[in-house]
């Protein structure tokens, strides 16, 4: 399933809009727990299940612990620290680009 993240080095959390969730199988009857976030604009409640693995940018990031929330904006989600922890990565924003690479261990 394709979905439109937001790279955002601020979130602590890869976060996916609920219906992506519930599209990938991840529901309430998958939940690891309940989470808050805190936001600028609000506080979302939400719940944290685990992902077999999520690939994107040409990169896979294996057993993820993902938050499902709404955070409108008209996203599919947030790519999170958690998933960007795992590579080193450069923005080029003038570019258009998004390089990353995996870190050594």
Same mark, same amino acid.
């Given at each position: &399933?394709?979905? %439109?993240? *937001?790279?955002? @080095?601020? +979130?602590?959390?890869?976060?996916?809009?609920?219906?992506?969730?519930?599209?990938?199988?991840?529901?309430?009857?998958? &939940?690891?727990? %309940?989470? *808050?976030?805190? @936001?600028? +604009?609000?506080?979302?409640?939400?719940?944290?299940?685990?992902?077999?693995?999520?690939?994107?940018?040409?990169?896979?990031?294996?057993?993820?612990? *993902?938050?499902?929330?709404?955070?409108?904006?008209?996203?599919?989600?947030?790519?999170?620290?958690?998933?960007?922890?795992?590579?080193?990565?450069?923005?080029?924003?003038?570019?258009?680009?998004?390089?990353?690479?995996?870190?050594?261990?």
């Amino acid at each position: &399933m394709k979905a %439109r993240l *937001v790279f955002d @080095t601020g +979130a602590v959390l890869t976060t996916l809009n609920p219906a992506i969730a519930y599209a990938i199988g991840c529901t309430r009857a998958t &939940m690891i727990k %309940r989470t *808050v976030i805190r @936001t600028a +604009a609000a506080v979302e409640r939400g719940y944290l299940v685990r992902l077999g693995t999520l690939s994107t940018l040409g990169v896979t990031v294996s057993d993820l612990d *993902v938050n499902v929330a709404d955070l409108g904006h008209d996203i599919d989600g947030v790519l999170g620290i958690d998933f960007l922890w795992h590579f080193n990565f450069q923005v080029r924003p003038a570019e258009r680009r998004i390089i990353l690479e995996r870190a050594a261990p």
